[in-house]
């Protein structure tokens, strides 16, 4: 998944305010009376009152994000769907916020689709992806009547076919293509993805076969290709490239089945800033390369332009969130480095030592200070990887001090564990000033509940 981006120099202190922070902060976030302010909300006196660890999520900042994405990519074709990636952050809150921004969802589990089913999310608006769906997942699917299915195998299509003509329906489905284009932040790689566990590779004709089968099998509705070349991607090239093979695709099944392809997914993974050195594409240059390049590369095989659509995740609301932690301890080790401990950790934001993810923190009670310091932020388990932020640049940290670490709405509350019976944290939305549940944090109840004794 995300690759290591632009080399950091060794951290030192960088003398940099939370006013400096604000652009790896959400949109709303300010600084007043030395305090970070998020949504106009106070964080200081948020986690006096809702209590840490707590992740914060900013409810303008995902809906700008959202509607960039419908903006910038229907600017340029007028059949766009912008497909929210749940898997980077999903709560039945989240998901009525993507329906009322005028978008679709991306579940990757039967999980995830109860999250849609229950918030009575619209469900032609759902579609389904995964390298290995369960039978049972493939059914919910079915009776659940999403508008369609990322198909993956063989397998899983002769199933889906089964269990649609079982139920006497037809599913729409898209074929998903490795179209051997490997994302990098860097360079792309023209064999990378023909080693990958997701999809039909184009060389043995194996995306073809597919095609003709999804075409062929009763109870399924073939509707158009899927690819998805990475995620945390900073250059736009290995989007042209992999919509060049997949166009040139396109036309060989115009020409060989007669079948018209009316749809092209081109998945998700533009890159977000996680700190000072990144900088990633913008959505709107994202939205030019990708719909421009499909309309230009159809035009060139003088085929008709497809629908389309993006799959956003992590670029939907990595910004958008923040976690916010009580420093507990610091441990100063002279020479080599101070530990500031914080009530959470690996169990809450598993990508520093799963992903070597670098972060940007401050301290929400003393944000307008420069971050004179360098600690690593250390959390709570029972590892010395029990990193969340290695050799910060903070402000000097102590006991009951509020941490803020920025840029934790991607891939942090969807991925968390219960590791050493820690109970998760609980999601708050803040907006114009007030702030609600979206998430309650767990109890010990919660813990104990599947627990047959
Ligand atoms: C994970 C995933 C996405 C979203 O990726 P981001 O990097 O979060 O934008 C989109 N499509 C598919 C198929 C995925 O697996």
Redesign the pocket.
């Known amino acids: 998944m995300a690759r290591p981006s632009t080399p950091r120099p060794p951290a030192q202190p960088d003398q940099r305010t939370g006013h400096d922070l604000l652009p790896v902060l959400p949109m709303t976030a300010e600084i007043k009376d030395g305090r970070l302010w998020i949504g106009g909300v106070d964080t200081v006196e948020l986690a006096r009152e809702a209590g840490t660890a707590l992740y914060v999520m900013d409810e303008t900042t995902i809906r700008h994000q959202l509607s960039e994405y419908v903006k910038w990519t229907r600017y340029h074709w007028k059949d766009v769907d912008v497909v929210y ?1 749940g ?2 952050f999903l709560s039945l809150a989240m998901v009525r916020i993507v329906e009322e921004e005028d978008c679709c969802l ?1 579940c ?1 589990s039967g999980g995830e689709l109860a999250y849609a089913v229950r918030a009575g999310f619209p469900m032609e608006r759902v579609q389904m ?1 995964g390298n290995n769906k369960t039978p049972a997942e493939l059914a919910e699917c079915l009776d659940a009547g999403i508008g369609r299915v ?1 198909v993956d195998n063989f397998e899983e299509m002769e199933r889906l076919s089964a269990l649609a003509a079982e139920r006497g329906v037809t599913q729409k489905v898209l074929v998903r293509v490795t179209p051997g284009v490997e994302a990098d932040t860097h360079d792309f790689i023209m064999t990378g993805a023909e080693d990958s566990k997701f999809g039909f590779g184009l060389n043995q004709g194996l995306a073809m076969e597919a095609v003709k089968r999804a075409v062929a099998l009763p109870g399924l509705e073939f509707d158009g290709l ?1 690819m ?1 070349i ?4 900073f250059a736009l090239h290995s989007y042209a490239r992999a919509i060049e093979v997949m166009v040139a695709f396109m036309r060989e099944i115009e020409s060989e089945t007669g079948h018209a392809v009316r749809m092209l997914d081109v ?4 890159g977000v800033a996680y700190g000072a050195p990144d900088e990633p594409s913008t959505v709107k240059d994202f939205g030019k390369v990708v719909v421009d390049g499909i309309k230009e590369e159809c035009e060139r095989h003088g085929i008709a332009v497809p629908r389309m659509a993006v ?5 939907i609301v990595a910004r958008a969130g923040v976690t916010l932690y009580t420093v507990g301890s610091v441990k100063e080790i002279p020479g080599i480095r101070t530990y500031v401990a914080v009530d959470g950790g690996m169990s809450d934001n598993i990508r520093t030592s799963l992903y070597d993810a670098h972060y940007e923190a401050l301290i929400a009670n003393k944000a307008e200070q420069p971050r004179e310091m360098v600690g690593t932020i250390a959390g709570k388990h029972c590892e010395s990887g029990d990193i969340v932020v290695r050799d910060a640049p903070l402000q000097c940290p102590e006991p009951g001090d509020v941490v803020c670490v920025a840029a934790t709405g ?2 942090c509350q969807s991925m968390s564990s219960n590791y050493n019976k820690q109970v998760r944290p609980g999601v708050v939305f803040v907006r114009d000033g007030q702030w609600r549940w979206a998430v309650r944090r767990e109890t010990y109840e919660d813990l104990l509940r599947t627990d047959e004794g």
């Open positions: 990636a898997k980077a991306l990757a992806h990322v899927h998805h990475g995620s945390q991607i998945g998700g993974g533009l799959e956003p995740g992590r670029s991607a891939y």
